[in-house]
């Protein structure tokens, strides 16, 4: 393969790790630390599909609540309507929106 | 003479929604008082009723905050009040403690702690637009009122400065005040000062009319008007002898009443239970002193003779 720029030019360091060790033992070290990589590698997909799933459920159930907020704020009046509409709020009612405490007394 | 209570909400804060009793009476009297009150009220001039004890005061102030139909802040006078009884004041803090790790490594801790303001009922009223009625308010002290001179004039609550933002509340149009005091001779009671005196209609009450007494009596007692007449006209003939050191009043009238309703006996001075509930009821209103225990003979054999005359 003819090299395109500096970087598909080998380093001495590159030939060496990608050359096959001479000797059993080098051989042998190596595979072992390659089984432990991917060993590694493969656990953390793993992890990253779990997550990949859960973030898609829960990515599901919000655009549900979505659709359902929208079809509920669709069916609702605005607040200038409900107003004008007559449907202002008594006294009472004022007064248990602010969280009074109601006291009856009778003279 | 009020009864009272049930609350909606745990914990929060309370607003008195007033209205009559079941027996509740509206005389022509009541209905003519109530009326002009309203119409000061109406113009945005706070009412004042003045008057002896027992001569329904408090119970018509209620009454015509009922008809304003905005809940009653009640404030009841008193010797220990202060200014900051009336609007409130700092009472505890609040602390606040916030731990910022937005950046994992970096820890950002801040910590502090403020006064904290609370309104009292005038202050509450004055936001809101209840009524306040302001029972016995001669019996705090006149400087504890001064507040209420701003209140009731430029409609601004003035509040103790650097205490809080808003030190100034303007006075919410719906804002109406009723007051209740007894005459300046009475016990423990203190000189409304000429300020506050100036900025009230003061509707002076004495004691109710015959009728009024007589229907007010028998709708609280049960009786039949007849047997309450009997017992109103022996209290009212008590009360124009003058021989008592403490003026005998509609209430007497509807506690012989309401015992002798209760007890099942008629107003008759063959009953010698009656009798006795009469006498326990009026005799009190003579001091218990040396002096007046000499009068006693002569002011129990009045009495009988008043309860011969109006129950025999």
Same mark, same amino acid.
């Given at each position: 393969m003819k090299p395109r720029g500096m970087h598909d030019i080998p380093t001495a360091q590159r030939l060496l790790s990608h050359s096959i060790p001479a000797t059993r033992s080098k051989v042998a070290t190596q595979l072992a630390r390659m089984e432990q990589e991917k060993t590694r590698l493969e656990q953390?997909?793993?992890?990253?599909v779990g997550k990949q799933q859960q973030t898609e459920e829960r990515l599901q159930k919000v655009r549900q609540r979505i659709e359902l907020l929208r079809r509920a704020l669709d069916a609702l009046p605005a607040e200038e309507e409900r107003k004008d509409s007559g449907g202002q709020l008594t006294a009472g009612e004022e007064r248990k929106a602010k969280g009074w405490r109601e006291i009856t007394l009778e003279y | 003479m009020a009864v009272a209570a049930r609350s909606m909400v745990e914990g929060a804060p309370a607003a008195l929604s007033v209205r009559p009793r079941p027996d509740f009476v509206e005389t022509p009297t009541i209905k003519e008082l109530t009326g002009r009150a309203l119409a000061y009220l109406a113009a945005d001039f706070p009412v004042h009723f003045r008057g002896p004890a027992g001569t329904g005061k408090t119970t018509l102030a209620l009454h015509v905050a009922a008809q304003l139909g905005r809940p009653v802040m009640l404030i009841a006078g008193d010797e220990e009040f202060a200014t900051s009884d009336l609007i409130g %004041?700092?009472?505890?803090?609040r602390y606040r403690k916030v731990i910022d790790q937005f950046i994992h490594s970096v820890l950002k801790y801040e910590e502090d702690a403020a006064q904290r303001w609370v309104d009292h009922r005038l202050t509450t009223a004055c936001r809101e637009g209840f009524t306040l009625v302001y029972d016995e308010f001669t019996r705090s002290r006149p400087e504890a009122n001064?507040? !209420? !001179? %701003?209140?009731? =004039? =430029?409609q601004l609550l003035i509040l103790p400065t650097m205490s809080r933002e808003d030190a100034y509340v303007k006075v919410h149009p719906d804002f109406r005040a009723i007051f209740t005091s007894n005459p300046q001779e009475y016990a423990g009671i203190h000189e409304a000062q000429d300020a506050l005196s100036d900025r009230l209609v003061t509707i002076d009450l004495d004691y109710y009319d015959? =009728? #009024?007494e007589i229907a007010i009596t028998a709708a609280r007692s049960g009786l039949p008007l007849e047997e309450a007449t009997r017992i109103v006209d022996l209290v009212r003939d008590y009360r124009a002898s003058g021989e008592y050191d403490q003026t005998? #009043?509609?209430r007497s009238c509807i506690m012989i009443a309401r015992v002798s309703a209760m007890q099942g006996l008629r107003p008759?001075?063959?009953d010698p239970r009656?009798?006795?509930?009469c006498l326990d009821l009026l005799e009190s209103k003579t001091a218990f002193t040396s002096q007046a225990r000499e009068r006693r003979p002569q002011q129990r054999k009045m009495l009988l003779s008043l309860i011969e005359h109006h129950c025999g």
């Open positions: 953390e997909l793993d992890v990253w | %004041g700092q009472y505890g803090y001064n507040v !209420l !001179l %701003g209140v009731l =004039e =430029e015959r =009728e #009024t005998p #009043t509609l008759s001075a063959q009656f009798v006795r509930i």
